[in-house]
């Protein structure tokens, strides 16, 4: 049975960075497009990026373009979201998503897997 786990998430002051971490089994991870989207309290689940199959093509919602970074390790079936300069804004639970296709997707109707999410809280 396919599952995702993300991990990484936590407290962290305005400015300040955190790695999140996507480890997929059950699933052929290599043949998955995946994505980072987010949700905050009372808000609907938002895209935030997503990188292709290879890794090679990535996109980026633009409120977090040049302050994240989406990678994928597919020897590891793990997916990657390093954040840099975080707001308190970006404060919301992250899920990480798989659809199996060459490229991602913005809409999240698109992806079949689904993560139970990490919580990232930034304080200001």
């Known amino acids: 049975q396919a599952q995702l786990v993300e991990s990484g998430g936590g407290l962290v002051q305005a400015g300040g960075s955190l790695r999140l971490s996507c480890a997929a089994s059950g699933l052929r991870f290599s043949i998955n497009a995946m994505a980072w989207f987010r949700q905050a309290p009372g808000k609907d689940r938002d895209f935030v990026a997503t990188i292709s199959r290879s890794g090679g093509s990535t996109d980026y919602a633009d409120f977090v373009t040049g302050r994240f970074t989406i990678s994928r390790d597919n020897a590891k079936n793990t997916m990657y979201l390093q954040m840099n300069s975080l707001k308190p804004e970006d404060t919301a639970v992250y899920y990480c998503?798989?659809?199996?296709?060459?490229?991602?997707?913005?809409?999240?109707?698109?992806?079949?897997?689904w993560g139970q999410g990490t919580q990232v809280t930034v304080s200001s």
């Open positions: 998503a798989a659809r199996v296709w060459t490229y991602g997707s913005r809409r999240s109707d698109d992806y079949t897997y």
